[in-house]
């Protein structure tokens, strides 16, 4: 997993931005083969994506608590995330496009935007000192950049269970 924190220096739109410019720029993804989910309620978040960075609307899906709020148990820092999606197959448009089908999307980077702390009560108020915690799954841009369709069949695949059998061969001689 690779990712970053920042602890009050930057926030919701630097790690938007800075999102966007690592995967169209240094990793060369093309932007129109990236879909983006934001948390239902995250108006901030859904207003750079689209009006900031340049994704169309129509790429730019709000999902629930489940899928898009991040925290660490009943109580606590949490907040909404963001997630970076990349698309298998633009070929099928935006029409009933669902970004959990694992057939057509890859999620490859995720964005929390801790900027609450839920109380005891459930009520959630905002923290004095927001912060961000992104991360991209190394092995899903392995399967990205080599044009793969499953992690499996990436280049760094193998090699891991390469290094698995070699480990439990040593355990077991």
């Known amino acids: ?7 009050g220096d930057y926030f919701k739109q630097e790690a938007i931005k800075w ?23 995250d108006d901030e978040a859904f207003s750079i994506w689209c009006e900031q960075v340049g994704v169309p609307e129509a790429r730019i899906k709000h999902m629930g608590e489940e899928d898009n709020f991040w925290s ?11 997630e970076l999606y ?5 070929e099928r448009g ?10 057509r999307f890859i999620e490859f980077y995720n964005l929390v935007f801790m900027q609450y702390n839920r109380k005891d009560d459930g009520t959630l108020e905002i923290l004095q000192n927001r ?14 950049l080599q044009k793969v369709h499953a992690i499996s069949r ?8 390469n290094l698995r059998g070699d480990e439990i061969t040593r355990r077991v001689s």
């Not at 999102?19 to 309620?41: G, H």
């Not at 660490?72 to 963001?82: L, Y």
């Not at 935006?94 to 057939?103: C, E, R, S, V």
């Open 1 to 7: 997993m690779l990712g970053n924190f920042s602890f």
């Open 19 to 41: 999102a966007w410019e690592l995967a169209t720029k240094e990793f060369k993804l093309p932007p129109e083969r990236l879909w983006v989910s934001v948390f239902r309620d």
């Open 72 to 82: 660490s148990g009943p109580t606590g820092p949490c907040g909404p995330c963001s």
């Open 86 to 90: 990349y698309d298998l197959h633009p």
């Open 94 to 103: 935006y029409a009933g496009a669902d970004l959990g089908d694992d057939t």
């Open 131 to 144: 912060n961000i915690d992104t991360g991209m799954g190394l092995e899903r841009m392995a399967q990205i």
């Open 154 to 161: 990436s280049s760094t695949f193998p090699n891991v269970l």
